[in-house]
Structure formats: C-alpha cells, structure tokens
C-alpha cells in the first residue's frame, strides 16, 4: 500500500461505498486516512487530501492507553510471533493465557477464582449471561433467564448485550422479537465526584434521588425475581449511554439486593477497568466485589481484540457440578496467545503506572476544561478519572467538531450531544492542555 499523500487519498475512494464503518451509511462523510500512529499521535490525510498531526483524545476507542508503537507491547507481540500467533484452545493451552488468567483474578475486585477468555467486549457479556443462566440452572431455578439491568447502560452489539443496552439509544424496536426483553429499572441519578482544595475528593449526588432509585430498584428486583438470573450493570460510569457517572452507593444497592434475591451481580468493566475512572477498576469506587466480571478494550493495551470474563470459586463449583458441568462458549480464537502476550506486557505498565497518569490527567483536564463553561450551548462539564465531558445542549455536528478538533492538532469523536476525551494515559500535560483546548474549539463550532 504506498504510503504517500496521493496514495492515502485513493485508499479514501476504495474505502468509500465498499466498507461499512462502524454506525455509518456507506455514502456517508468520508473517514480520514491513517498514515502512521506512534506515540499518542495518528497522521492522518482527509479526502481533500489535507494532512493532520493529532493527538488521539480517544485512545481509540477507550482501548490503546499506552498509545501506539509502545516498545514494550511492540516486543511482546514480536517474541510471541516468533515462537506461535495462535493456536486453538480446546485441549491445548499456553503461558501467556494462564499467565493473564493468574495477574487478571489477581488484580480484579473481589474474591474472582477463574476466567473465561472471549474474543471481543460483546462475546464477553453474552458470555457472562451464559454464564448466569447456567448458574441458575445448577440452582434449579431455571426459569430465571432474564436480566435486570439499568437504563442508559452500553453493553456492546450482538443480541443480548444490545438487550441488556438502553432500549432507546440501543435501537431496540429495529429488531423487533428476536431480542430479548429485558427488566429495565431507571438510571441511577447522576453524581460527580468533586476534587477539594488539597486534592482530595468526595462524590456529591441529591440524596433524596438516590433514595428514591433505591427504592424502585428494590421494588423491581422483588417484583422480577423469580425471573431474573443477574443484574448486569457498568459500575460507576455509563459510558456509551451517555459518559455519566453515579454514586458508589448505587452500586452498593445493586450487591445487596443481588445477595437478597440470590442474583449474580456481572459488572462489565470493559470500558472503566484498568484505572480509567481514577480506581483500578470501578467497583473498587465502592469497594463492591462482583460475582461476573466482564473485562475488554484496554486488556491488550489497544493492540488486539481480546475480553474476559472472571467469575468467582462459588460460581465455578455450582457450574462444574452442573447438569454440562462446563460454560457453553467456546470462541475459535479463544485466549489467542499474541493478544494475551500483548495483554501480559499492557498490565506490566498499568500496574507500574496508572494512577500517577490516570491522577494527573484528572486534575489537567479539571483545570482546562473550565473553559468551556463559559460557551453558549455548553450545559455541562465533568470529570471523572482520565475521562474529559462537555454535554452540550444540542446534537453535536460530528463534522464540523471533529474537523476543528483536527484543525488544533487533535482526534476527537463525538456523539449525540458529548464532545469527551478519554485520553492515552501516556499523555504529558501539554497534551491534556492541547486535547482540552481542542474540546473548547469544537464546541464553540458546533455552538456558532
Ligand atoms: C465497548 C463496550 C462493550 C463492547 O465491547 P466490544 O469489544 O466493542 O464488543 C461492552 N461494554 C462496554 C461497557 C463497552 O464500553
């Protein structure tokens, strides 16, 4: 593929009309071309054949925080080529998965005993479902094949993890009877967590709000119980639902009434795991241990598609003396060992790092994103660990924002009505300041 300016400009032709892009009509805006990524920047060239240096304020889609071309993730996945990039799972298995599975029931919240290793988020929520029918089942109680969820959540694109998504946003009624229904109680009210002077912070919420949820949660869980196999919920922050965060009681709420009614408590922290939100994971906000445990996006440092799905020694057991005695999944690029190797080598710099960045990016983007309060349209601005929203009042004009965005010297990709950052926690603070800067131009565009 040349790699010129001319060249990335045909690539955009070919691309155009042949390949769906992800939400995208395939005579839709033309996407920009990438050159090279290295570091936290992508070259990119527009289809006028302009070309852009930028920062990637998305970390692609939540998932590469150590950025591109990272030499550590760059010589696990070289070592692991040369010795094999995959083999099936199925009565093979290798050093890297198990030395994943050991660091991942390691770190994770709560007492977590084994792993399932998926192929992407989604497989990993239909398999954490799977995972709680069955447990049902082995309890004999195999009518509970619901799920109670949450509006507002995001929980990936195959069936059941879009029946588990806001049936709203989720496009729920263009698919009619083949998804299934789902209990859904209401959002938890939105808190923030507020940084005092000193850098400590606290979590503020309306209290009589969150008693009022409590309450209908309560009632809808009594009221489906003999129903419901599982409460599946993003803890803490709601990402593509909205970029909200709620209150760690919430999530205490939720462990309690999964433990009054005997429902597993699946916590899907592929988009908040691995210290985005200012904690390890987000469960750790509230100090809740799940019972399911669905992890994704950053496991492998951004580098390959890979999802797992923890599950407790209780679990375990009631499923191993089950009727199939196994979990009914099993994916052909099950544990693929580059993307465990480069998830290995993503987890040493993590644990090495995350909560100077993941700290330092938070108070950076508090600071800089003030700025944006004072543009008309702006209806809010809030921060929680390495990830940067601006809400504003009207649908953004994807377009218009991205291109200024670019014009400042960074990658940004809004929907409906966020302009956000979740930035590479390799970030130095010049680059918060630019990613946030580039924030407040775009929605002065969109607001123009
Ligand atoms: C992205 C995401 C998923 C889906 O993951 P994919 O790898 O895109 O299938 C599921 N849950 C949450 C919270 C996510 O952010």
């Known amino acids: 593929m040349p790699d010129t300016v001319a060249g990335a400009f045909g690539l955009i032709e070919r691309d155009h009309g042949l390949v769906w892009h992800p939400y995208a009509p395939l005579d839709g805006p033309r996407p920009y071309a990438v050159d090279s990524a290295e570091g936290i920047r992508l070259s990119l060239t527009a289809s006028s054949g302009e070309t852009f240096e930028a920062i990637d304020a998305m970390s692609s889609w939540w998932c590469a925080v150590h950025g591109y071309r990272h030499r550590s993730l760059d010589a696990a996945a070289h070592a692991q080529i040369d010795m094999f990039s995959h083999v099936m799972f199925g009565g093979l298995t290798h050093?890297?998965?198990?030395?994943?599975?050991?660091?991942?029931?390691?770190?994770?919240p709560g007492p977590m005993a084994h792993v399932f290793f998926a192929d992407s988020g989604s497989v990993s929520v239909e398999v954490a479902v799977k995972l709680s029918l069955q447990y049902q089942a082995a309890r004999r109680r195999p009518g509970r094949q619901r799920i109670l969820t949450v509006r507002g959540g995001y929980h990936g694109d195959t069936f059941v993890a879009m029946?588990?998504?806001?049936?709203v946003d989720g496009m729920h009624a263009s698919f009619g009877s083949i998804l299934p229904r789902q209990v859904f109680a209401p959002r938890p009210p939105q808190a923030r967590l507020v940084e005092q002077p000193g850098g400590a912070t606290t979590w503020e919420v309306d209290d009589h709000e969150l008693d009022v949820w409590a309450d209908v949660m309560r009632a809808s869980a009594a009221e489906h119980a003999d129903e419901v196999a599982a409460i599946v919920v993003e803890p803490i922050l709601q990402g593509a639902g909205g970029m909200r965060a709620y209150h760690p009681d919430c999530l205490r709420v939720l462990r309690e009434i999964a433990d009054e009614h005997d429902l597993l408590l699946v916590l899907d922290e592929i988009a908040t795991g691995f210290g985005r939100t200012g904690r390890l994971f987000a469960a750790d906000w509230a100090d809740v241990a799940p019972d399911v445990l669905c992890v994704g996006k950053a496991l492998t440092g951004g580098y390959l598609s890979l999802a797992a799905v923890l599950t407790t020694g209780e679990v375990g057991s009631l499923i191993t003396g089950s009727q199939h005695?196994?979990?009914?999944?099993?994916?052909?690029?099950?544990?693929?060992?580059?993307?465990?190797?480069?998830?290995?080598?993503?987890?040493?710099?993590?644990?090495?790092?995350?909560?100077?960045?993941?700290?330092?990016?938070?108070?950076?983007?508090?600071?800089?994103?003030q700025a944006a309060r004072t543009i008309d349209g702006v209806v809010d601005v809030r921060v929680l660990g390495a990830v940067g929203v601006v809400e504003l009042a009207e649908p953004v004009d994807v377009a218009v924002a991205t291109r200024t965005a670019l014009e400042h010297g960074v990658w940004i990709r809004p929907?409906?009505?966020?302009?956000?950052?979740?930035?590479?926690?390799?970030?130095?603070?010049?680059d918060v300041a630019a990613i946030a800067q580039a924030m407040v131009h775009a929605c002065a565009a969109c607001a123009a």
């Open 163 to 167: 029946s588990v998504c806001d049936p």
């Open 325 to 369: 005695r196994s979990l009914l999944h099993g994916p052909t690029f099950m544990a693929n060992p580059l993307a465990c190797s480069v998830a290995n080598a993503s987890l040493d710099l993590v644990e090495a790092s995350w909560q100077a960045s993941v700290g330092s990016i938070s108070t950076l983007l508090r600071h800089h994103l």
């Open 95 to 108: 050093a890297p998965a198990v030395r994943l599975a050991e660091r991942l029931t390691a770190m994770a």
């Open 415 to 430: 929907f409906r009505n966020l302009i956000y950052t979740m930035p590479p926690y390799v970030c130095e603070p010049d």
